[in-house]
């Protein structure tokens, strides 16, 4: 069905203007004052700002943690994400069998989103070892696959080594593809839990102090120097948390290395005192990297604002309070990490970073919609209002007044972390290819709706 959305304010992350858009078979045909079109529909946005969808690429999504499974698959988790306004995930597949191949995990989540998707989606590729097989694999994966970034850890049990990582790191390059790395010191961190388990001190918030914000710093700084010596090729650290951290990318953004960098709201609002607050409700926060002292908030709207972080996503990975994370009740270590978010993300952002004055409405499409679609091989179809560009379109009433509940929202699990938040401004209405699939906080798409997207080779600079 042809649309045409009238009288709104269009922000992309160069311009602002009013304006009408024009809407057909799935694409952006026209854009323009005082659009005449003979079409299906006429969505009055007067008043309204009218976004790209939003990209958030960071999601775990039917993610097996072995002790637990997130509480939200394919479609429950892309269903809250098309009522937040986000339009387009890419999802960092979890870790399959020891000694799997990559094509083993490529395939089961393809069956995991194939038919329950709605809104638009690719994976990242997973490294669990690395030898000459990985190798060759990885260039099949990025050529016939589409998918072009791959990620790894320097924790966890299939942490890679500084070698491994120099070869995945390699290997990119020369694939023009594109490294996603968490990054905390492995061995520091269980010297730290180990020790504080020994002494019984097994609350929530030895759960950050095992985590300090020196794990995050010495492991980003190690992957920056790793991927310069590797003739520096692209890297994109996940969800930044600290200062520290991020005076080490300022280091690698000032001898302009290749480095892309992203957080997640949960670092720019949430702090570290939420571990301390009773009835084990600290355990809704276990996250790596954990929460934060307050003070590192500024640092990373300055970041954002300056433009050494490029993306926000979400890393959304959402576990029962009453049930999974209640494994961690007795002992931190046995909490699974991670927390919901994939809906909150761009009401959040508006409202806290727009409407407070910490990042003007271009910043916010630049983080929440451009940055990722370019940086990740989506743009310009995805991640931009533009003639040729999918008609991914979000509606942001700034008049909204809402205060986040659980109850509100749309995600599989028993708790948000931001409850009672008071926001000002909220997503009405969003579009994917076309179709209004969310309006007024329900969810009217299909299932299965959503496409898997080949991504192409990154050639963008930022």
Same mark, same amino acid.
Request: glycine share 6%; aromatic share 8%.
């Given at each position: 069905m042809s649309k045409i959305i009238k009288n709104g304010t269009i922000v992309t992350a160069g311009d602002i203007f009013t304006g009408d858009i024009y809407v057909d078979e799935g694409i952006i045909k026209d854009i323009g004052i005082n659009l005449e079109?003979?079409?299906?529909?006429?969505i009055d946005a007067g008043g309204k700002y009218v976004i790209p969808g939003g990209v958030d690429v960071h999601t775990h999504l039917n993610l097996d943690a072995g002790i637990a499974v997130a509480n939200d698959d394919f479609y429950t988790g892309t269903v809250a994400a098309a009522c937040g306004g986000t339009t387009?995930?890419?999802?960092?597949?979890?870790?399959?069998?020891?000694?799997?191949?990559?094509?083993?995990?490529?395939?089961?989540?393809?069956?995991?989103?194939?038919?329950?998707?709605?809104?638009?989606?690719?994976?990242?590729?997973?490294?669990?070892?690395?030898?000459?097989?990985?190798?060759?694999?990885?260039?099949?994966?990025?050529?016939?696959?589409?998918?072009?970034?791959?990620?790894?850890?320097?924790? %966890?049990?299939?942490? @890679? +080594?500084?070698?491994? $990582? !120099?070869?995945?790191?390699?290997?990119?390059?020369?694939? &023009?593809?594109?490294?996603?790395?968490?990054?905390?010191?492995?061995?520091?961190?269980?010297?730290?839990?180990?020790?504080?388990?020994?002494?019984?001190?097994?609350?929530?918030?030895?759960h950050a102090l095992s985590r300090?914000?020196?794990?995050?710093?010495?492991?980003?700084?190690?992957?920056?120097?790793?991927?310069?010596?590797?003739?520096?090729?692209?890297? %994109?650290?996940?969800? @930044? +948390?600290?200062?520290? $951290? !991020?005076?080490?990318?300022?280091?690698?953004?000032?001898? &302009?290395?290749?480095?892309?960098?992203?957080?997640?709201?949960?670092?720019?609002?949430?702090?570290?005192?939420?571990?301390?607050?009773?009835?084990?409700?600290?355990?809704?926060y276990i996250m790596s990297p954990p929460l934060r002292k307050k003070e590192n908030q500024a640092s990373l709207w300055k970041g954002i604002k300056d433009g050494h972080i490029h993306t926000v996503a979400t890393d959304h990975c959402p576990f029962a309070f009453n049930k999974d994370k209640q494994m961690g009740k007795d002992d931190f270590t046995k909490?699974?990490?991670?927390?919901?978010?994939?809906?909150?993300?761009?009401?959040?952002?508006?409202?806290?970073?727009?409407?407070?004055?910490?990042?003007?409405?271009?910043?916010?499409?630049?983080?929440?919609?451009?940055?990722?679609?370019?940086?990740?091989?989506?743009?310009?179809?995805?991640?931009?209002?533009?003639?040729?560009?999918?008609?991914?379109?979000?509606?942001?009433?700034?008049?909204?007044?809402?205060?986040?509940?659980?109850n509100m929202l749309h995600e599989n699990v028993d708790y948000t972390a931001y409850e009672g938040f008071k926001l000002k401004g909220y997503p009405i209405l969003t579009m994917l290819r076309g179709e209004i699939i969310a309006k007024n906080n329900k969810f009217v798409g299909k299932k299965g709706y959503g496409n898997f997207i080949k991504r192409k080779i990154n050639k963008i600079v930022i």
């Open positions: 079109k003979d079409c299906d529909e006429v387009t995930i890419v999802d960092h597949m979890g870790f399959g069998p020891k000694g799997c191949n990559l094509h083993h995990q490529v395939n089961v989540y393809h069956k995991y989103a194939k038919n329950n998707a709605v809104v638009d989606y690719s994976f990242h590729g997973v490294i669990q070892h690395v030898d000459e097989f990985i190798l060759k694999e990885m260039e099949q994966i990025v050529k016939e696959e589409g998918i072009p970034s791959f990620k790894i850890y320097m924790t %966890y049990d299939y942490k @890679v +080594s500084d070698e491994e $990582a !120099l070869k995945v790191l390699f290997k990119l390059k020369e694939l &023009g593809g594109i490294t996603t790395v968490h990054p905390e010191n492995n061995d520091a961190v269980n010297y730290l839990r180990q020790k504080f388990i020994k002494k019984g001190l097994t609350d929530p918030i030895y300090p914000t020196e794990c995050e710093g010495e492991a980003v700084n190690r992957i920056i120097n790793l991927a310069a010596i590797a003739e520096d090729a692209p890297l %994109y650290i996940v969800h @930044v +948390s600290s200062s520290l $951290a !991020l005076d080490y990318i300022k280091l690698a953004h000032n001898r &302009g290395q290749n480095v892309y960098s992203e957080t997640c709201p949960q670092y720019l609002l949430l702090d570290e005192e939420r571990y301390k607050v009773p009835n084990n409700e600290g355990l809704k909490c699974p990490n991670g927390a919901p978010g994939i809906e909150e993300r761009i009401p959040l952002m508006f409202s806290e970073g727009v409407m407070k004055k910490k990042i003007s409405l271009n910043k916010f499409v630049e983080v929440c919609c451009t940055n990722p679609a370019k940086i990740f091989g989506l743009y310009p179809k995805k991640g931009t209002i533009q003639v040729g560009s999918d008609a991914d379109i979000v509606l942001i009433d700034p008049n909204l007044e809402v205060t986040l509940t659980k």
